[in-house]
């Protein structure tokens, strides 16, 4: 039996272009840990490799599999997915196709009408593993749990209870590409990054968010035993900076454990790795004592959620975040050297123009108190969150074009003029960075204690010509960009949007109330 694990190519994505960063795709090494003694396993990226479409059919089909799973992490990877799959059809391949990850657990229905054999819903090592195993032995595919197929014209789903015990999972196939593909170039020349998962499951309702529809609102860990091994077996491949995908690296109620982790980061010498992670801002102020451990520890990027300027907009978003708390936060991890990343978003359907120029003030004030980088996303109603149904309910999306799903653009029905969203959401982009950054190469800002801002400010040194040819293009593109969205919005089919309604009336709820079930069962064996 052999399987191929496909990341495709979206083109250039925002990271990509504007950092130089690529990660590998941690979800299919995942998959192909939990499938390699039962398989050969051969790992397609794509999007780190540069592949075109046709190079991509024709590495499939040279290598011949039985089995093809494609990842939708991302709604960005959906049409590149599908047209490489219609391609395999054309040339003669009958391999049993596989999507998986965040969009298509949350749109199987219109994914499976495209040719797809089968989708996995939700968490894929567990079902994966069985459906190779199934289709190896030339068994039904009936009785795996977790999967989403077509029989004799009928959906058929059934949902699979969440791993509890993350420490079961196997080894992320790591060995399977070279370390030497993925790099965070801003970071340094010679900066090869990794990425790794600690945790599933998020604990906090943020409204735009689909984290908690995929991993559950339970927070599940790894043993800190198990971080050290994975960081053990990443560093001996020559990885010497690491992404933690956990959207939460730290949550309230597991502070003193993630305290241990840290401590046992420093024990065992991985403190030479650079780490990158994602935290809360109020986590930060409510305990200003973990900016040390977290740069002792190795942290040298954090990037927080800002997502507003506006208490209102805050309070809609469910962000559960005071302005007061993030301003805290950015002067506490900078003054500990650690290089501060924030998140906006602006144009949802609540926020007025009034806090948007709120949003702008406040990250510009951020800047003067030691926030590094900036990224301003544009309201995206993405598959699995409560916004996006929210949107199927009153019909305000625009298009369901997924190429347009980039929280580059925007794709709902708002107050705000599309151009304008996205010139303002780029040029108060080039804005922040232009006054902050040049400001500080002509020596016109106090230095930082920030090691890997020197590399980071070279290359955003070198990249200038780019940036301004960009910026100056600016206007003409925003109207471009407005034009191609309603143009995509004269496309949109009603049917496909009660597909989608039902997907979640029926089945994201059912899925959910089976993840808590799961969970408080847990909860009552240890009690």
Known sequence: MKVALVRTNPGKSGYASAYGYIAPPLGILSLAGAIREVAEVKVIDAEARGLAEEETVAEIEA????????????????????????RMREEGLDSFVVFGGHHSTFTYPLVLREGVDAVVIGEGENTFQELVKALKERGSIRNVKGIAYVEKGDVKVSYREPIVNLDELPMPAYDLVDSKTYRAT???????????????????????????????????????????????????????????VDDNFVVPFKYEERLKLLDAIIENGLNEINFIIQIRADIISKHPEIAKKLADAGVRVAFMG????????????????????????????????????????????????????????FVQMLGDHGLDALQISIYTPLPGSDSFYKA???????TLNWDLYDVLR??????????????ESREKTYMFYFKKWLHSVMGKAEEYSKPVLSSAKGYVVRRMPHYIKNFLKLPVESFLVQKRILNSAKKLDESTIRILEEVYTRHIM?????????MNQKRKTKA
């Open 510 to 518: 059912a899925y959910l109330r089976m993840f808590h079930e799961a």
């Open 410 to 423: 925007p794709v709902i029905r708002t107050k705000e003029k599309l151009w304008r969203l996205y010139f």
């Open 63 to 86: 290598f011949d599999p039985d089995i093809v799973g494609f990842t939708t992490i991302a709604s960005t990877y959906v049409n590149p997915s599908l047209r490489i799959v219609r």
């Open 306 to 361: 800002i997502e507003s300027g506006s208490e209102e907009v805050l309070n809609s978003m469910r962000k559960g975040l005071r302005k007061n708390d993030t301003l805290r936060a950015v002067q506490l991890l900078s003054e500990q050297g650690i290089i501060t990343y924030g998140g906006v978003i602006i144009g949802a359907p609540y926020e007025s123009r009034k806090d948007r120029k709120a949003t702008y003030k």
């Open 392 to 398: 199927l309910k009153e019909r305000s999306l625009l």
């Open 186 to 244: 801003i970071l340094g020349e010679n900066a090869r990054i990794a990425s790794v998962e600690t945790s599933r499951g998020c604990p906090y309702n943020c409204e735009f968010c689909s984290a908690s529809a995929m991993w559950g609102h339970a927070w599940r860990f790894k043993s800190n035993e198990r971080v050290i091994e994975e960081l053990g077996f990443i560093k001996s491949l020559g990885y010497n900076w690491v992404f933690f």
